[in-house]
């Protein structure tokens, strides 16, 4: 579940929980119950209300910690974006050849920039951390060397079998493939 589905099912939540707990909903629940004039149904009745509201009030409590979870789980401290700047900014002056784009990066990577771009919404760990980790991915996978004997054997087998119309019918049923003269 990415993060918008979990705030807005958070959301959904939230004002299920809200809706039962709106002052006029509650408000109406202690008059229909005063109504009815037998005391202990009254009582019975507004002691389920205050069970009712203590246990929403949990849920809503639970909701905000979700909340808050989810958007610490986003945030950068400032610790982590000195750590990165610290580290990473030596790693492409080493890298990139050009000093201007040394330069440029090192405007990017600021303290300064990474907190401002994190306070107006920018999501560090989606934009940049997710492709780079399926970039990093694909380059090992890329890098895994290929059985190239593995491959010419195959080939070489099923090519000896094709010669053979016996051992190619044989081959197709166990296989499950269709057979045909």
């Known amino acids: 579940m990415d993060n918008n589905q979990i705030f807005a099912q958070l ?3 939230l004002a299920e929980a809200t809706a039962r707990n709106g002052a006029s909903f509650i408000s109406n629940k202690i008059k229909a119950s005063k109504a009815k004039k037998d005391d202990k149904k009254t009582i019975a009745e ?5 069970s009712d509201l203590l246990n929403d009030k949990a849920e809503i409590q639970r909701i905000a910690q979700a909340y808050e979870q989810e958007l610490v789980s986003q945030k950068i401290t400032e610790k982590d ?3 990165i700047t610290d580290n990473l ?9 050009n000093k201007i784009e040394v330069d440029k990066m090192k405007k990017i990577l600021s303290v300064e920039t990474l907190t401002i771009m994190q306070l107006i919404g920018f999501n560090y760990k989606q934009a940049i951390g997710e492709p780079l980790t399926s970039l990093v991915r694909r380059m090992i996978e890329n890098k895994v060397p290929i059985d190239t004997q593995t491959n ?3 080939a070489l087998t099923m090519a000896n079998l094709a010669k053979d119309k016996e051992a190619t019918k044989r081959y197709c049923q166990l296989t499950g493939m269709n057979f045909s003269e």
Do not use: C, S, T
């Not at 900014?89 to 050849?97: A, H, K, N, Q, W």
């Open 46 to 50: 507004l002691e389920e209300i205050i």
């Open 152 to 154: 010419v054997d195959y």
């Open 81 to 83: 974006i000195k750590y």
């Open 89 to 97: 900014l030596p790693i492409f002056e080493e890298v990139l050849p």
């Open 11 to 13: 959301a959904a939540n």
